[in-house]
Every structure is written in structure tokens, then in C-alpha cells.
């Protein structure tokens, strides 16, 4: 049996329930769809999402409070019935129609199983432009890339795991804000052994953020990984290159650069053209003045 899990927060996921709710009655699959509310404050949102209990071969569960996301999917795993265990965010969306046998047919071939993401292009989805930009720079990657490095290009976004492994990797829980939590949980999968497969079965990623939004989120990311940077160390990028910048004496410069020139890179990453490069001196130079802090 495939278990379904999807934890959600203030946003809308029945048009991605009824897709994977059509797959599983076209491919006749043995299946069910559990989602998790982690205590939405949208009522609006509360109300669409509430029809999914209706919904044949689903469940839908109302957290009282907001406990963050590695809780959260720690929970669908106890939730899950099935033998095998597909995670998705609730803000994407499958590219392909046979999406769901495509992660059933791969299930035996890796102890995990990745599918990859995408975004949809057009001038119709251009209202972010600084997270498409991101997404297509770094998180859009050929399944060869992304297999060249499995650990570091796992992503949480849509996965499959066995129940098995699932009680022998969970999500750390005092990673409770945003950011990272799927960083340390591809590092846990390298330490324990556990093999790790990508294949060709991307999700669109419908992140809905304004692009001001996105980068509150970006700085919420370094403040998460500032908090947990004795558990991240040896499996972040950012955190390497800040440990090399410190071992050059040269953090309290990068600090400085931030508090100086933060207000001209937001100008340009809020603006309709974002640069990679200037969103790379933001992070690494913002992580900068968290860590000094």
C-alpha cells in the first residue's frame, strides 16, 4: 500500500489531492492520501481544505497549534498505513499523469526515492520573479546531477520512503522554523547507509510567496541554520563557505558588506531582474552577522 502524506499550512491543497486522488483511481492503485493541517491560521483555507475528508481514499487531521514542519512529518509517518511513504509539499504539483506509478515502479530500486522539482514558465507565474529565478538556478537539476551528489541534492519536497526506513531516519524536531530540517535528513540518510535513488518524476513547485516573502524566508533559513550548526556541519554549503571565511579572519568584513549594503541588494533581489550573484552575498554575508551575533 502507498501512503500519500502531505503537511500543509495555510494553503490550499485540494487541487493537488483530487490529481493524485484521479492517479490513484486510473492507475488502480492500493492507496490513500493523509494531509495534516499544522495549525492554519486561514480559515478561509481551513474551510477548501476541509473537503478532503470527504474525499475518497483520504484523511485530513487539524493540529490545534503549529509545531513546525519536522514534527509534522514525523507525525504523517505514524499516520501513514502503507508500506511505502510518499511525502509532497502541499505546493506542488505533479508534471507527469502517471506521477504516482512512476514512484511505485522505482519503490524496490533504493532505499529512497526522489523525484526532482520544476517550474512552470511563462509570464503568467513571472509575479515572483526572485524565487523562479532561484528555483530555476538551483533547484531545477538533471537526475544525472542530482545523482552525482544524492545526499546533498536530497530535497523534501516529494520523496518516497519505505515505512522500514522510516523508523530508522525521522526528521529532527528542534528544527522548528523554517529551513534546513530536509538538509540534515539527507545527511542522516548518508550516515545510517541508506541508499538514495533520483529519478525523472519532477513536481512543479506553485510557491505562491511575493518575492519579499521569499527573502524573510531566506534569512529565516541562515537563522535556522545559525541555531543548528553543530548538527549541519560537513552538510552545508553556506555553513563551509562561512567556515572558511572565518578561518581567514575575514566574517567581521562580510558583516559589515551586509550592514552597509543591505538595502541596495534587496533593491535589485525585489526587483524584477534578481541577480544569483547578489543573492549569494546576501546569504553568505547576512549568515555573516548572525553568526557574529
Known amino acids: 500500500m502507498l501512503s500519500v502524506l502531505i503537511p500543509t499550512y495555510n494553503h490550499d491543497c485540494v487541487v493537488l489531492v483530487d ?13 490513500e492520501v493523509v494531509v495534516i493541517d499544522d495549525g492554519s491560521t486561514d ?25 513546525g514542519i519536522a514534527r509534522t512529518r514525523n507525525k504523517l509517518m505514524d499516520e501513514a498505513k502503507g508500506d511505502a511513504l510518499l511525502f509532497l509539499d502541499s505546493d506542488v ?29 511563462g509570464e503568467e507565474v513571472m509575479t515572483n520573479p526572485l524565487r523562479l529565478s532561484y528555483g530555476l538556478s538551483y533547484e531545477v537539476r538533471s537526475v544525472t546531477r542530482r545523482q552525482a551528489d544524492p ?25 522548528d522554523r523554517y529551513g534546513h530540517e530536509d538538509t540534515l535528513f539527507g545527511s542522516d540518510l548518508k550516515k545510517a547507509g541508506l541508499s538514495v535513488l533520483h529519478i525523472d518524476n519532477p513536481v512543479y513547485h506553485d510557491d505562491g510567496d511575493t518575492s519579499e516573502a521569499f527573502l ?14 553543530d548538527k549541519l556541519d560537513g ?49 553568505i554575508s547576512y549568515l555573516c552577522c548572525v553568526m557574529k551575533l
Open 19 to 31: 490529481e493524485l486522488v484521479r492517479q490513484i483511481d486510473e492507475l488502480g492503485l492500493n492507496a
Open 43 to 67: 480559515m478561509n483555507i481551513l474551510a477548501e481544505n476541509a473537503s478532503i475528508e470527504q474525499t475518497d481514499h483520504c484523511r485530513y487531521i487539524v493540529s490545534p497549534n503549529n509545531v
Open 93 to 121: 504539483f505533479p508534471v507527469h499523469e502517471d506521477f504516482l506509478r512512476r514512484y511505485v515502479d522505482a519503490s524496490r530500486d533504493a532505499d529512497v526515492i526522489v523525484g526532482g522539482i520544476d517550474y512552470r514558465r
Open 151 to 175: 545526499y546533498a541534492a536530497f530535497v523534501s519536497s516529494s520523496f518516497l520512503i519505505s515505512r522500514k526506513v522510516a523508523q530508522v531516519v525521522r526528521f529532527d524536531e528542534t528544527f
Open 216 to 229: 524573510s524566508k531566506v534569512r529565516i533559513a541562515i537563522q535556522s541554520l545559525n541555531m543548528h550548526a
Open 235 to 283: 552538510s552545508s554549503r553556506l555553513l563551509a563557505l562561512y567556515e572558511k571565511l572565518d578561518a581567514l579572519h575575514l566574517t567581521g568584513l562580510f558583516s559589515s558588506f551586509f550592514r552597509v549594503f543591505r538595502n541596495r541588494m534587496e533593491k535589485n533581489l525585489l526587483g524584477k531582474r534578481p541577480s544569483m550573484f547578489i543573492l549569494g552575498a546576501y546569504k
